[in-house]
Structures are given as C-alpha cells and as structure tokens.
C-alpha cells in the first residue's frame, strides 16, 4: 500500500503517523552500539574485563548483524514487517535490561539481543519505506537516515555525562535507551492494528531470498554494502590515532572524529533525494568515490592543517553519503517491499561481515608495518572498490 496516495482525513493522519513511526525506528538502530565505546572504560573496571574482551564487547553486534541479516527477510514473510520489527524493539528492550547488569555473562549475552534486535530493523526499515513509500523512497530514506545519525551522535555524547553528572553509572546511562524502544513500541502497536489488510497482501507477495543471492546486481549492491562500511568502521576505529601519527594531539583527533560524523549528515540528507530523482545513479556514485580517494589520499601524503581538514570533510561527505546511498539503492534496485527485504538481507549480511575484519585488518597491517602509510594504502584501494561497485550498481536495472 503506497500511502503517498492517501486521501486527506484519517488516512492523512495514519500517514504522519507512520513517518514518526518509521523516524522512532531509526532512533533505536545506533544508541545501543555507540552509547557503549564511551563507556567501556567504566564497565572494564566495574565487570573486570580484559582489553580483548572489552574489544569483543564492540564487535559483537556486528557479528550478529552478519549472521542474522539473511534470516530477517524469512522471519518478515511469515510475521510481515510490521510484526517483525515490533519484535526486534521488544528483543532490543531485553538486551539492553541484561547488558544493564553488572556481570559479564549478562553485559554479553544482553549484547547478543542487542544486536539481534537492531539486525531487525536494520534490513526492515528499507523494506518497509519502499513498501510504504514507493513514490517518495528518496525523501523517506534521507529522513530516516539523519534520524539514525543524530541519535547515533546524542548517544556516544551523552552517556558518560549520564552516567556521571546525573549519578546514573554506566547501567542506567544503559538502560535509559530502553525509552525510545517502549514509544517506537506503542506508535507501532497502533500501526499494526490499522494495517491488517496491507500485511495480508504482504504475506501474500513472496519472494524467495535464495533467488536474490544468484542474482549478479545484488551482489553488487552487497559488496558496495561491505566496501563501504569497511571504510566506516575502520575510520570509526583508526581514524584518532592515524591523525595524532601526524603530530595532532588525541584530544584534537577525537574532536575530528566527531567533525567528521557530522559533516556527513547534510550527504546523508542530500544523496538519497538525489538518488531517488534520477534513474541513474552513476554520477553520484562516481563523486563519491572520488571524494573516497581524495581524502584517504590527503590522509596519507598530506602533511599540513588544512589537507588534513580539507581531508577529513570528504571522508566525512563520502561516509555520510555511501551510508545512505546503498540504502537507497535496497529500494531503488528492488520492484516491492519483499524483494527489498531479501536485499536488504543479503547486502548487510556480507556488509556487515567486511566491517567486522576492517578494523581488525587495518590494525593487522599497523603491527607488521608500525607506521600508517601501508594501511591507508589499503584504505584507497577499497575507496576504488567503492567507486567501482557503487557506479555498476548504479545502473537502472532491478534485481
């Protein structure tokens, strides 16, 4: 059902009420990764965990991502989206209870349904504006995605001040995300029982999953899926320390981070309306990429201020707007709702199994090299990848 197409009145007022739905979605799919690597010095000390299991703490939803993605798109053909996403709120409710106990066979278990709660909404969210929205996708994929961002943000901001100026300690600084989950909760109970006819026309439209991992395009958008978050969490994990190599002290370098992220936000905005008015998106792709390039380039033979800021703002363009590019692609590749499921699915799975070695990969060549020069080398190459797999997936074909 496309609800661009909604008469005023009621439906008018169901259709609003399905973008704050879709909006307290995206606030629950970073909050209770990002709100955790500015804590784990607390917990380290409070649990008694070493650095590598302090490590495995903050890889592990991303493991989970990998493992469950291709299993959301079967679980949604059975329950339909809505159900299915419903769901994951209440699994990411549990997980963040238990990760709020201080022992570490609930911190990791409760990590677990974390992950597993987000993998949900992670390939749902696309499926479900392309099925809602198929007129609009564009628009609704940038709204989405600088929601998702910003909370991303709030969340590694303000939880140590949580835990510490409001006396609420790492568990509570946790817990506290629980509020957003219990109203997407409520707004989405509502949704489900005003939209019984459109789950029943969605169980009815099926699409077998198997069929999408033989198909060559969506390969495409899934390595375009991995090659860009490879870049992401690497420059996520590396990025402080590659700049304080170059003579920046850290706490400048984590400011720089932070600059980064949010200099992706208005591509983040941007890239997916553009995306959705063209029926190429070859062109977008290709700047992209070469914003890629040129910054990881600027990182590794620049040495002065402003190529290094100068650098930093197109990681932070290129970041913010492959993110919300490939999510574009999931709806703009796909003919319906189930088949952006199944490619959903599919492109985070293999996505989110590249993002999971990056860091470890990058580091990798760090130990054997001691300097940074290999591994940024590494970095543009995979910035071609992306170029190179986001322009043929680009194409107006579908899956």
């Known amino acids: 059902m496309d609800l661009t197409k909604s008469k005023a009145g009621p439906r008018s007022a169901y259709l609003y009420l399905f973008i704050i739905g879709i909006v307290l979605i995206a606030f629950n799919l970073r909050p209770g990764i990002t709100s955790i690597g500015p804590l784990i010095g607390m917990i380290k000390r409070d649990v008694g965990l070493t650095h590598w299991s302090a490590g495995l703490l903050m890889s592990l939803p991303l493991v989970v991502f990998a493992i469950i993605s291709p299993l959301v798109p079967k679980i949604a053909a059975r329950l339909t989206n809505e159900r299915a996403l419903l769901i994951g709120l209440v699994v990411l409710i549990i997980g963040i209870s238990m990760r709020s ?112 991992w033989r198909s060559p395009l969506a390969w495409q958008v899934a ?106 692609y999931i709806g703009l590749r796909a003919r319906n709702g189930t088949q952006a499921a199944a490619l959903s699915g599919m492109a985070q799975s293999t996505g989110y199994i590249l993002a999971a070695i990056g860091p470890l990969f990058i580091g990798y060549l760090y130990d054997l090299t001691h300097v940074w020069t290999t591994p940024l080398i590494a970095l543009i190459v995979v910035s071609f990848l992306v170029m190179i797999f986001s322009m043929i997936a680009g194409r107006n074909r579908y899956v």
């Open 101 to 212: 106990i201080p022992m570490a066979f609930f911190l990791f278990c409760g990590t677990l349904f974390v992950g597993a709660g987000i993998t949900l909404g992670n390939v749902l969210l696309p499926a479900v504006v392309k099925e809602k929205f198929p007129q609009k996708f564009g628009l609704m994929t940038s709204v989405y995605s600088v929601s998702l961002g910003l909370m991303a943000s709030l969340a590694s901001g303000v939880s140590v001040p949580f835990a510490t100026k409001l006396n609420l300690g790492w568990q509570g600084a946790q817990f506290v995300w629980v509020i957003p989950a219990i109203l997407a909760i409520i707004v989405w109970t509502f949704l489900l029982k005003s939209n019984q006819k459109s789950q029943q026309v969605q169980m009815q439209a099926g699409f077998k999953s198997p069929q999408m």
């Open 223 to 328: 390595l375009f899926f991995g090659c860009q978050s490879f870049l992401f969490y690497v420059t996520i994990s590396w990025l402080p320390e590659i700049l304080h190599s170059q003579g920046m002290s850290l706490e400048t370098a984590g400011w720089m981070l932070a600059f980064t992220q949010i200099v992706g936000l208005p591509a983040s905005f941007i890239v997916p309306v553009l995306a959705g008015r063209y029926q190429s998106q070859v062109w977008i792709a290709f700047t992209l990429g070469m914003c890629s390039i040129l910054g990881y380039s600027g990182l590794l033979f620049g040495s002065s201020y402003p190529i290094l800021i100068i650098s930093i703002v197109l990681i932070g363009i290129v970041l913010g707007g492959s993110f919300t590019l490939v999510l574009s």
